[in-house]
Structures are given as C-alpha cells and as structure tokens.
C-alpha cells in the first residue's frame, strides 16, 4: 500500500458514525449531481466545532472553490456555536499557512505511526470494555477531549468491527483503547492512559489481537511519550499535520494523550 493509502485510510464504519456526530455538519459543491469539494464540520454541543474532512477533486482545484467552501464551512460552525467557542482542526503540512490566515494557529504537531501487529503476553491489568466502568471511560475522555461528547462516545465504543481494551478496573482504572477495522489494517484512537505503563499494555492488547496485521496510532507531538511509545513497537513515521485552534486551545493534559481519536472529529 503507497503513502496516499495509509494516509487517506477511513475505518469501515466511519461514514455513518461521522455523520450520526452531527448530520447537520457536511458540505459540499457539485458540478451538476457530481461531488467535486467537500468537508465537515462538527458541533459538540455548541461549545466546541471541530473541522475535518477537507478535499477537492484535484481537477477543479487552482479556480477558488477550496478556498470558498473552506471559508463557508468555518463562518457555519462559528454561527453554531456559543460565543468564543473555539474551533479545532488537523491540517496537513501543505496547508497550514492557508488556515493560519483564516484564523488558526498551530498548537502542536501530530503524527501517524504505522505498527505490525505481534503475538504479546496482555498485561493482567487489561480487559475487554466492562460496562460497570463506563463511567470512568467517558469521564478520562470528557478530561482527554476537553468538552463532552458522550453521544459520540458511545456509538464509537459500540461500532462494529471494533476492539476496546481498559486499564484497571474501578478505583484502579487508568485507560482505555480503541481499535477499529479499516480498509488497510486497523486504526487505534484514543488511546487514552494516566500512566506510560498503562498505555503502553493497552496498546500490546491490540497488537496481541491482530498478529501480522498493520496498525496505525495516530500520537501528538506534545506528548513524546506518544511517539517514544510506537517507536519502541516499531513504528514507521507515515506523515505528519498539525493541530490548530481558532480561539483559545482548550488546556488539556496532554500527558495523558497518547492516541488521538481522529484527525477529522478530534
């Protein structure tokens, strides 16, 4: 598989969570009943929009309509949301000059890590998803993420073709991981974990499951804790983008961020 592969490489399932997040939240431009420009945005809960999705066809792209629907999609969502409500997105190295004139600024770097699945001993500490936990899971995401998604959350966990491990269990509860099957391999996010060592189990979970198999961890540049662990897994760098904000970042602890979700809904 080429770089483009690994790079535009969508879960199965994806479409339809992506839309269920917020069906008022996709546009496009069309030549007559043909899709030529398209992207997302996402609202969550007024308080916080996310930006994703972004692509022209490149035989119409150098005449403005990126430019155009890019504007149309920002002035929405910023419609949508409560006053001073920031905006976040994940912008391809390419493009972040041409965001940063519509009002973003660079927060840190993100990069996706390409692993091999592998036979591993799992930690005693990791389980399947227990459903008496839940409540730790949504509330290390609300913490991880910034803003409450939990809608969200909840078809993510449950989305068919899909592993979730835990760290811990109760009082002891320190992570959770999801895996989800994509068109190549799988793909990992969040990893979210409040100890190098429970991120790092969790991440052997999904590895033990899938022997052989690629896998992607998608890790941010502000926690180097991220990419020292792929690369202790034998990750391969595949590329690179950048988080942006428009308004304030929200203060989140980044320590704890092992796996970004995704690059399109954050």
């Known amino acids: 598989m080429g770089r483009i592969g690994r790079c535009w490489n969508p879960g199965l399932h994806d479409a339809d969570l992506f839309y269920d997040a917020d069906p008022e939240g996709f546009y496009g431009f069309f030549d007559g009943n ?58 391809v190295v390419a493009m972040q000059a041409f965001y940063s004139k519509g009002g973003f600024e660079l927060a840190f770097k993100d990069e996706r890590y390409e692993l091999t699945g592998a036979i591993l001993h799992k930690h005693p500490d990791v389980k399947p998803l227990q459903v008496s936990d839940l409540n730790h899971v949504l509330g290390m995401d609300l913490q991880c993420f910034g803003y409450d998604r939990s809608a969200f959350l909840y078809a993510w966990l449950e989305q068919p073709e899909a592993k979730v491990f835990q760290f811990g269990t109760g009082e002891s509860f320190a992570g959770f991981i999801v895996m989800r099957k994509a068109r190549s391999g799988w793909k990992i996010g ?41 690369l202790k897994h034998g990750g391969q760098f595949i590329f690179e983008c950048g988080r942006m904000y428009l308004g304030k970042a929200p203060a989140l602890p980044m320590e704890m961020i092992y796996g970004i979700t995704s690059f399109e809904l954050g």
């Open 34 to 91: 043909e899709l030529i420009a398209g992207g997302a945005l996402v609202s969550y809960g007024s308080a916080f929009g996310f930006m994703g999705l972004f692509i022209v066809k490149p035989e119409y792209r150098g005449a403005g309509l990126g430019r155009d629907l890019w504007y149309l999609r920002r002035d929405t969502l910023l419609s949508r949301l409560n006053p001073y409500a920031p905006i976040g997105m994940d912008g």
């Open 190 to 230: 969040p990893l979210f974990a409040a100890t190098e060592t429970a991120a790092n189990a969790l991440l052997e979970a999904c590895m033990d499951t899938v022997p052989g198999d690629k896998l992607y961890l998608d890790t941010p540049g502000s926690n180097p804790a991220a990419k020292q662990l792929a």
